[in-house]
């Protein structure tokens, strides 16, 4: 199960953190994605994290301004972002897949398991 918040409104320029709280896997040989969906456009990949080995894959535009992390003991996975655009505007997703160790699917499609959005507003 999957459960993104933390969204909100924030000003260009300010950050913001994310939370995915995950629960029910039966391994850590499992991949969470942060995805994107703007208004009126396909969802994206954010970035991306092998829980078992720690790798991650981020998407360009994510490399200098987010960072992915993982709180063991709590099940949960943040998503901190920096220096955000209006163009982040958008609803944000995390998502699960079993894979191996170092598997870090960057495709929507790679992805099983979904939670619901979480809208993130960047406006001054």
């Known amino acids: 199960q999957l459960q993104a918040s933390g969204g909100g409104l924030v000003r260009p320029g300010g950050s913001l953190r994310l939370y995915c709280a995950a629960s029910?896997?039966?391994?850590?040989?499992?991949?969470i994605g942060w995805f994107r969906q703007a208004p009126g456009k396909g969802r994206e990949g954010v970035v991306c994290?092998?829980?078992?080995?720690?790798?991650?894959h981020y998407t360009d535009f994510a490399k200098d301004r987010f960072t992915i992390s993982r709180d063991n003991a709590k099940d949960t996975i943040f998503l901190q972002m920096g220096s955000l655009e209006p163009e982040d505007t958008a609803v944000y997703y995390c998502?699960?897949?079993?894979?191996?160790?170092?598997?870090?699917?960057?495709?929507?499609?790679?992805?099983?398991?979904w939670g619901q959005g979480t809208l993130v507003t960047v406006s001054s």
């Open positions: 998502a699960a897949t079993y894979g191996g160790p170092y598997y870090v699917p960057s495709l929507v499609t790679s992805y099983r398991y």
């Open positions: 994290l092998a829980v078992k080995a720690g790798r991650t």
């Open positions: 029910g896997f039966e391994s850590d040989y499992y991949a």
